[in-house]
């Protein structure tokens, strides 16, 4: 066992790699049991140009109930497929609806970071959260205006160009 701090290590054993002619780092994570793997082409001093990050979605209203009709069409329309495999009813099928942008809210975005404090690289996790979306999201949209609005830097989510990206985009 290693008295220094995870992210050291992991650095340390991507720099090893690197030296050996690898082109790209990498974190991975577990999480119940599920490996869940972060990837950026690039050097490993790069990793602090990377902001990883990950969003949490809800419903907007919290029973489908509480939609007007129009909505309640859509959720119809949109649900159906899954409804019927799952033979499930219009409620029943409701718990899903955060995964879609047009009926869900988020609320809670969380980033994490390679960062040097006192000469040692860290990793430093952070989350904006609330059941307030629009505070959520303008508090993460603070943070990349004030420390990731430049050129070099990427942000790195699981499955983001399909959920994250589109859903905060929306």
Same mark, same amino acid.
């Given at each position: 066992?290693?008295?220094?701090?995870?992210?050291?290590?992991?650095?340390?054993?991507?720099?090893?790699?690197?030296?050996?002619?690898?082109?790209?780092?990498?974190?991975?994570?577990?999480?119940?049991?599920?490996?869940?793997?972060?990837?950026?082409?690039?050097?490993?001093?790069?990793?602090?140009?990377?902001?990883?990050?990950?969003?949490?979605?809800?419903?907007?209203?919290?029973?489908?109930?509480?939609?007007?009709?129009?909505?309640?069409?859509?959720?119809? *329309?949109?649900? &159906?497929?899954?409804? +019927?495999?799952?033979?499930?009813? /219009?409620?029943?099928? $409701?718990? %899903? =609806?955060?995964?879609?942008?047009?009926?869900?809210?988020?609320?809670?975005?969380?980033?994490?970071?390679?960062?040097?404090?006192?000469?040692?690289?860290?990793?430093?996790?952070?989350?904006?959260?609330? *059941?307030?979306? &629009?505070?959520?999201? +303008?508090?993460?949209?603070?943070? /990349?205006?004030?420390? $990731?609005? %430049? =050129?070099?830097?990427?942000?790195?989510?699981?499955?983001?160009?399909?959920?994250?990206?589109?859903?905060?985009?929306?």
């Amino acid at each position: 066992a290693s008295s220094k701090p995870v992210s050291m290590n992991i650095v340390n054993s991507l720099k090893k790699l690197e030296y050996r002619g690898y082109d790209s780092a990498g974190l991975a994570t577990i999480n119940n049991n599920e490996i869940n793997e972060k990837k950026c082409s690039g050097r490993v001093d790069e990793l602090e140009k990377i902001l990883f990050l990950d969003i949490e979605t809800v419903p907007q209203e919290k029973e489908f109930k509480n939609l007007d009709q129009d909505f309640k069409d859509l959720w119809e *329309h949109k649900s &159906k497929y899954f409804r +019927e495999q799952n033979e499930m009813n /219009l409620e029943e099928s $409701y718990d %899903r =609806a955060g995964i879609y942008a047009e009926f869900g809210k988020i609320i809670c975005i969380s980033v994490g970071l390679f960062s040097f404090v006192d000469g040692v690289r860290q990793f430093r996790v952070k989350s904006f959260s609330g *059941h307030d979306e &629009k505070q959520v999201l +303008e508090e993460f949209a603070e943070l /990349l205006n004030t420390h $990731y609005n %430049r =050129a070099d830097q990427n942000l790195c989510a699981h499955n983001g160009k399909e959920f994250d990206f589109p859903y905060i985009a929306r």
